[in-house]
Structure formats: C-alpha cells, structure tokens
C-alpha cells in the first residue's frame, strides 16, 4: 500500500453520485450501486489487495484512482455477519485513498467497458457463442447515453462476496 500524499483523499470524504463503476489495471470492470458495496467487500479482495490502482468513476464523471484499501473491520451487525457469513464468508467495512483524476467523459467510460469487454468476453457470454452475445451488447454499450446505463448494461458485480 502506498503511503498517502498531499493529494490523496479517503473516500468517507468524497460525495459519489452512484452507480461508481471501478475498472482495474487489468481491465476487471466492477460495479458499485451505492456506498454500502463500494465500502464492503469479501476477505479475498482485501487480502489480495485487488481494489489497488483501480480507477472509480462516479455517475457525474467524478474519477479517482485509489492507491490504498484500509481494513475498518467486519462489516454489518453480530446476526448479518453470522448469516452473510454462512452464505457468502467474511464481509469487511473498506475506506480507500483516492488520488482525484481528470473528470471522465461519457465516451472514457464506454472505452473503458468495450476494454473490459474485449478482455473478458467469457464473463458477459455465459457459455453462449461470443460471436453472437457480444455484437448487440457491444451496439447497445455505444449507444448509451449513461453511465447508469452502462451499469445496468452490463449488470456489474461488486466486490461484496469476494
């Protein structure tokens, strides 16, 4: 984790507009409907670190790459942790330092998802024949007029159950 800086803020201090969508450096693309998922997360996610270098990008094209995850516990009440526990493992309340980044225009996100695509066709396809589940989600990512569009698109996942 790298060490905070003058221009690192934590994100308790930034006024997302969700949905916030999180593309890695390896071009993972994840989705965050609201505070809560940004901020809760499995124990492989923290353990591995995999938030580090991820670009955030909030529904308003506010960005910010975040340089380190901070642990701030387990997450939800003794009862939810014993049935979120049983069902999906360990949930963690996170925080992230973030470095703000130049604003993300409409056209950054869809080129930011079309390399998530491009990357992971496996994960939009579902055991279909990519040749024909990519080129109409392809089309209808161009055509969005959103980044909550994209969101829903897409249907992205958050790092809760991992």
Same mark, same amino acid.
């Given at each position: #984790?790298?060490? /905070? @800086?003058?221009?690192?803020? @934590? !994100?308790?201090?930034?006024?997302?507009?969700?949905?916030?969508?999180?593309?890695?450096?390896?071009? &993972?693309?994840?989705?965050? /409907?609201? =505070? =809560? !998922?940004? @901020?809760?997360?499995?124990? %492989?996610?923290?353990? &591995?670190?995999?938030?580090?270098? #991820?670009?955030?990008?909030?529904?308003?094209? +506010?960005?910010?790459?975040?340089?380190?995850?901070?642990?701030?516990?387990?997450?939800?009440?003794? $009862?939810?942790? $014993?049935?979120?526990?049983?069902?999906?493992?360990?949930?963690? =309340?996170?925080?992230?330092?973030?470095?703000?980044?130049?604003?993300?225009?409409?056209?950054?996100?869809?080129? $930011?998802? =079309? %390399?998530?695509?491009? +990357?992971?066709?496996?994960?939009?396809?579902?055991? &279909?024949?990519?040749?024909?589940?990519? /080129?109409?989600?392809?089309? !209808? $990512?161009?055509?969005?007029?959103?980044? &909550?569009?994209?969101?829903?698109?897409?249907?992205?996942? !958050?790092?809760?159950?991992?």
């Amino acid at each position: #984790m790298n060490p /905070p @800086t003058a221009d690192t803020i @934590t !994100s308790d201090l930034v006024d997302f507009k969700f949905p916030v969508i999180g593309f890695t450096p390896d071009r &993972e693309i994840w989705g965050f /409907p609201d =505070r =809560r !998922s940004l @901020t809760t997360c499995g124990s %492989q996610t923290l353990n &591995e670190n995999i938030p580090a270098g #991820m670009e955030l990008i909030g529904a308003d094209g +506010a960005r910010f790459q975040v340089t380190a995850i901070h642990d701030k516990g387990r997450a939800g009440s003794p $009862l939810s942790r $014993l049935v979120k526990g049983l069902l999906s493992g360990r949930q963690y =309340r996170i925080e992230y330092s973030l470095v703000p980044l130049a604003q993300a225009s409409l056209d950054d996100v869809k080129k $930011l998802a =079309r %390399q998530s695509l491009d +990357a992971f066709p496996d994960d939009y396809c579902l055991g &279909e024949d990519p040749e024909t589940v990519l /080129p109409p989600l392809l089309a !209808s $990512l161009q055509a969005a007029r959103s980044a &909550e569009e994209i969101f829903t698109l897409l249907g992205l996942d !958050s790092f809760e159950s991992y």
